[in-house]
């Protein structure tokens, strides 16, 4: 089997928002205790954070983390977070059925952030709470002083304000699960009268309202366009979540799902173009992709915790193992996302650390990269730049309810300050490799840089404490450059990034 891409310089979607590859940590299990926080741990700092979970976060180089939640969040009281520590007070989680110490606030994360080189993006409670509680969260984070909320983290021990851009209008408040859930038009309204309180304060913020938890909730998409209808000229992006599954352990059909993100996302584009058009409006308003990742493989465990009678203190759930076929659609949904990127402005991994994560910790232990993070870190550190349109002619093979999906996919970027350009490609077949060739059109000539595959025999091989690096990237072959054309053959069920050296 034989495919063929065609790109061309000049032929671009979208100069790529670096916030794209942003990511996402909640109170909720061990993401933040014994995550990227357990004093006393010999990786342990002075605060109590985990230098080694901290290297690794600095490897993928989020721009921005989301915080407190998640779900978390409707029914979070920020107030709890701040203040001498011994005072503050344990809380019961309703969202995840456990205690809730609050030893790390906003002043804790907002080191912990400051130390990751990482911009924080906060969300408000617009489940328990509203609008008076999302103001004065915004003047305690950002006001410089004269205030009474201001000067209340002064003497809290910041002196200058962490001047944050990027608030979240609620969590899945289309969600029946959600505390304080709302129908579309009680949120609309809410979202847009926190909005207008929350921009009366600074008109720079950018603000994002909650749209579909994923694309089968029978709200979809009308949530969205009512949500709009209420708060387009006040909100900046809508958020989408989607969480990807295999309980039938059908690869090919799991593998095509990010084929099912491109409907998503692209059925949202349409609701936003159309209030956009009914409003008369000159604004844009963008997709935030804010939870998206693999869950699946801990959830029947999980239920003995969450449906438990105990309320224990950051249990050990949704830890994920995560497998070579699940790096595969990691793959294809970044590759989703670049494509994208003229409307998907902001995506963020859920979660960062232990739960649903790339990055997994032990107690008093030590730390290591699952099969996810290889994606991530690629996508992160080399997907920066100008999306490139591609024309792709590959064979394809049938999914229910999706029709043909192409075996091969990929996506593109133009880093025009280092020359370079970045394909990173998933081929789906199961058997045989497949052929392909890249005509590079635009450039003059092209050098090949680097070859990295994730090429692995056992799809459900992960990387576990013991083997922490049984599955890595290796060095690929069989990739050759003659003029403007990258050719050669592609191992079945594969991952690569590869990076050319151009000349325009």
Not at 112 to 124: F, T
Not at 473 to 481: I, Y
């Amino acid at each position: 089997m034989h495919t063929r891409v065609t790109l061309h310089r000049d032929f671009i979607i979208s100069e790529i928002d670096e916030r794209l590859y942003g990511a996402f940590l909640e109170h909720m299990g061990r993401a933040i205790y014994s995550g990227i926080y357990e004093p006393g741990h010999p990786e342990a700092d002075e605060d109590g954070f985990r230098r080694d979970v901290l290297g690794m976060v600095k490897e993928l180089a989020p721009p921005i983390v989301r915080y407190p939640g998640g779900n978390f969040v409707s029914a979070y009281n920020w107030e709890d977070g701040i203040g001498p520590r011994e005072e503050r007070p344990v809380r019961l989680d309703l969202a995840w059925h456990s205690r809730e110490s609050n030893q790390i606030g906003i002043h804790e994360f907002a080191d912990w952030c400051e130390l990751a080189g990482i911009d924080m993006m906060l969300a408000v409670n617009l489940g328990s709470r509203g609008i008076d509680a999302a103001r004065n969260f915004l003047e305690y984070v950002n006001h410089p002083e004269g205030s009474a909320w201001s000067d209340l983290r002064i003497r809290n021990g910041r002196q200058q304000p962490w001047d944050v851009k990027l608030w979240c209008l609620g969590n899945e408040m289309d969600g029946p699960w959600q505390v304080g859930h709302k129908n579309a038009d009680e949120y609309g309204h809410l979202a847009n009268e926190t909005g207008k309180a929350l921009k009366a304060y600074d008109s720079s913020l950018e603000l994002v309202a909650c749209g579909s938890s994923n694309p089968d909730m029978a709200s979809y998409p009308e949530w969205e366009a009512t949500v709009l209808d209420h708060c387009y000229e006040t909100v900046d992006y809508i958020s989408l979540h989607m969480y990807f599954t295999n309980y039938a352990d059908d690869l090919g059909s799991y593998l095509a799902l990010s084929e099912k993100l491109d409907r998503y996302i692209g059925s949202i584009a349409g609701v936003i173009d159309y209030i956009k058009a009914k409003k008369r409006s000159q604004k844009d308003v963008h997709i935030c992709f804010d939870e998206w990742n693999v869950w699946y493989h801990s959830t029947e465990r999980d239920k003995r915790i969450l449906q438990g009678n105990d309320w224990p203190f950051a249990p050990a759930i949704l830890e994920d193992a995560y497998n070579v076929e699940d790096a595969l659609l990691i793959g294809c949904v970044l590759n989703t996302f670049i494509r994208r990127s003229d409307r998907v402005r902001i995506a963020c991994i859920a979660q960062l650390v232990n739960v649903i994560a790339p990055i997994m910790t032990e107690s008093e232990g030590g730390a290591w990269r699952q099969t996810i993070f290889y994606p991530l870190y690629f996508a992160s550190c080399f997907g920066r730049g100008k999306a490139l349109q591609l024309a792709v002619d590959s064979p394809t093979y049938p999914v229910d309810e999706l029709g043909d999906v192409p075996y091969l996919d990929v996506s593109a970027v133009h880093d025009e300050a280092q020359g370079t350009i970045a394909l990173f490609i998933v081929n789906r077949r199961p058997s045989d490799s497949l052929e392909f060739d890249v005509d590079l059109g635009g450039f003059t000539s092209c050098q090949l840089k680097e070859h990295q595959t994730i090429d692995y025999p056992d799809m459900k091989a992960a990387n576990t404490a013991e083997r922490p690096e049984h599955i890595r990237p290796t060095p690929g072959q069989g990739l050759t450059v003659d003029g403007t054309v990258l050719e050669g053959k592609l191992a079945p069920l594969s991952y690569h990034m590869v990076r050319l050296d151009v000349a325009e």
